[in-house]
């Protein structure tokens, strides 16, 4: 018999899947993105910024591009300790804001900051390897964009493709040695998602389920790993995420 905290378990993922499943549930999270855009351009806008506006913008734009990173890395491990398989839907909508607020950050260090100076620029990178490390986070961030869609997972192939994707871990490393490169003396928010992200990155090397689904014909409870579809004669195997999940229901 079910107890009263089970079925309640049950019904909060039930709701909160119906809810992450709605049609207005993408729409909703695209907006909630793009508030700290908005917010820092109304700063702006006011001088509410500071003395120096251009550099606050910089800094604000990375600092949303790398929580943003993480938040989409947070929501494999939440979905497999939740039960709330509709955190799925946003991983890739969440990535890409990633990598959006990521090119703001270097739009408007280039464009605002040193005003498009070439020259300058490349002696700033060579003076400051924060940059350089930046640089390359955001490289892989770009990589990952361009190979996002369903019909790059099907030319890459799964395997190729989930060997790119893996990398979105490097990015988030590298993005947060670049906070803590960038900050003058050892600081407590670098070194929090620092840790933060080593967190993820050991829960998907070592993943931990809180809620396990017993055998039922052994009657143990083992872990059942989920089963690929057996696919047709003459054609590949679908390409799937090591969780089980397929990338095209990642949407």
Same mark, same amino acid.
């Given at each position: 018999?079910?107890?009263?905290?089970?079925?309640?378990?049950?019904?909060?993922?039930?709701?909160?899947?119906?809810?992450?499943?709605? @049609?207005?549930?993408?729409?909703? $999270?695209? !907006?909630?993105?793009?508030?700290?855009?908005?917010?820092?351009?109304? +700063?702006?806008?006011?001088?509410?910024?500071?003395?120096?506006?251009?550099?606050?913008?910089?800094?604000?734009?990375?600092?949303?591009?790398?929580?943003?990173? +993480?938040?989409?890395?947070?929501?494999?491990?939440?979905?497999?300790?939740?039960? $709330?398989?509709?955190?799925?839907?946003?991983?890739?909508?969440?990535?890409?804001?990633?990598?959006?607020?990521?090119?703001?950050?270097?739009?408007?260090?280039?464009? +605002?900051?040193?005003?498009?100076?070439?020259?300058? #620029?490349?002696?700033?990178?060579?003076?400051?390897?924060? #940059?350089?490390?930046?640089?390359?986070?955001?490289?892989?961030?770009?990589?990952?964009?361009?190979?996002?869609?369903?019909?790059?997972?099907?030319?890459?192939? /799964?395997?190729?493709?989930?060997?790119?994707?893996?990398?979105?871990? $490097?990015?988030?490393?590298?993005?947060?040695?670049?906070?803590?490169?960038?900050?003058? /003396?050892?600081?407590?928010?670098?070194? $929090?998602?620092?840790?933060?992200? #080593?967190?993820? +990155?050991?829960?998907? @090397?070592?993943?931990? @389920?809180?809620?396990?689904?017993?055998?039922?014909?052994?009657? !143990?409870?083992?872990?059942?790993?989920?089963?690929?579809?057996?696919?047709?004669? /003459?054609?590949?195997?679908?390409?799937?995420?090591?969780?089980?999940?397929?990338?095209? @229901?990642?949407?």
């Amino acid at each position: 018999m079910a107890t009263p905290t089970a079925t309640a378990g049950v019904d909060l993922r039930a709701g909160a899947n119906a809810a992450l499943a709605s @049609r207005w549930a993408k729409p909703a $999270v695209f !907006t909630l993105c793009l508030v700290p855009l908005v917010w820092t351009m109304w +700063l702006a806008y006011t001088g509410e910024l500071g003395a120096e506006p251009v550099l606050e913008s910089v800094k604000a734009s990375g600092l949303w591009a790398l929580r943003f990173l +993480l938040i989409a890395l947070a929501l494999t491990p939440l979905r497999m300790l939740t039960g $709330v398989a509709g955190l799925a839907r946003f991983r890739r909508m969440l990535g890409l804001f990633a990598f959006f607020y990521a090119a703001v950050h270097l739009s408007t260090y280039v464009g +605002l900051d040193q005003f498009f100076d070439w020259p300058a #620029i490349w002696k700033d990178i060579v003076k400051r390897p924060y #940059i350089t490390v930046g640089m390359g986070a955001f490289l892989i961030l770009t990589a990952l964009a361009a190979t996002s869609t369903d019909g790059m997972v099907k030319r890459l192939g /799964g395997k190729s493709w989930r060997a790119l994707h893996r990398c979105v871990f $490097v990015a988030g490393l590298a993005g947060c040695l670049h906070f803590l490169m960038l900050v003058k /003396g050892w600081q407590t928010a670098p070194l $929090v998602y620092a840790l933060i992200c #080593i967190g993820l +990155l050991a829960f998907r @090397r070592w993943p931990v @389920r809180l809620w396990r689904r017993k055998d039922p014909q052994a009657g !143990t409870g083992s872990v059942r790993t989920p089963r690929a579809e057996a696919p047709r004669s /003459g054609e590949a195997p679908a390409p799937r995420f090591p969780d089980g999940s397929s990338p095209a @229901r990642r949407s």
